[in-house]
């Protein structure tokens, strides 16, 4: 039976603790919040990590000390955020891979974000995938944009295919300053994922109120995908996300009815080509 590939990503950099009391910022908060995402289908965590006053960090000592707890207290595939704020400077980002988590995102492209810019230059992008390539972390490669689909391709055609050789990415819909989270954009995507690798799988994020009309049309196009409170914010209209766990079971409820459950941790595994031990 073919199955759904579940990201949680439960955090992000963009929310305040203040105004959204149920995200999950301290480390406690975020294993129990994996523990219950993975009891209902969650199979990858994509984690941002939070300092002690609950304000975006990079810190490598706490980016290991979450790597180590999630591996400790859950079977998930542990993905960190090369990402972190879009203030972070290029080494704090690329000093991401010395926790050694199973994977790591890596953006393909400069992005308005809001106000602000997402800024990813080619020769960074390029510096990320080969050292993820050295050391073994599979990467997720983010798209934000049309174009980063046509950049994705040139980065595998000049530096080689991701380490474990399985080629994923992420549609990161619905950002202010990137492409819309409508059917149509999913099917420009797909139309220009024709030029990748055989094999090459996607997830999709909706951001806000594109949250089901891309989860929707992922799993139609036979794609996988992420949910979570760094996201969306909102369960429905007028209606405040309680947890993460609930955006994770109203996808997996989704994929149960499109006949693709929830795949397991183990097939995510394989699938993604994460190494063993």
Known sequence: ???????????????????????????????ATARECEAVGASVIHVHLRDDTAEP????????????????????IVQLSSGGAVTDPEEDRLRVLDAEPDMASCTMGTVNFGDDVFLNRWGFIVDLHTRMQERAIVPEYEIFDLGQLTALQRLL???????????????????????????PAVSACLQAMRDLPEGTTFSATGIGRSTLPVLLTS???????????????????????????????RAAGFARLAQR?????????????????
Do not use: C, F, W
Not at 59 to 74: I, N, P, S, Y
Not at 227 to 232: F, I, L, N
């Open 157 to 183: 055609d000049r530096h080689g295919l991701p380490y474990g050789g399985h080629v994923h990415l992420d549609l990161v819909m619905g950002v202010p300053g990137g492409m819309p989270g409508t059917v």
């Open 219 to 249: 799993l139609a196009a036979g794609g996988h995908l992420r949910v979570g409170m760094e996201d969306t914010i909102t369960y429905a209209k007028g209606q405040p996300v309680e947890s993460n766990a609930q955006l994770v079971a």
């Open 261 to 277: 459950p929830p795949m397991p941790v183990a097939a995510a595994r394989e699938l993604l080509g994460i190494r063993r031990g």
């Open 57 to 76: 960090t990079l810190d490598l000592g706490r980016l290991k000390e979450a790597v180590a707890a999630l591996r400790a207290e859950t079977g998930l």
């Open 1 to 31: 039976m073919t199955t759904t590939l579940i990201t949680v990503a439960p955090t992000g950099a963009e929310s305040r603790k203040s105004d959204v009391p149920a995200l999950p910022v301290t480390l406690a908060e975020l294993v």
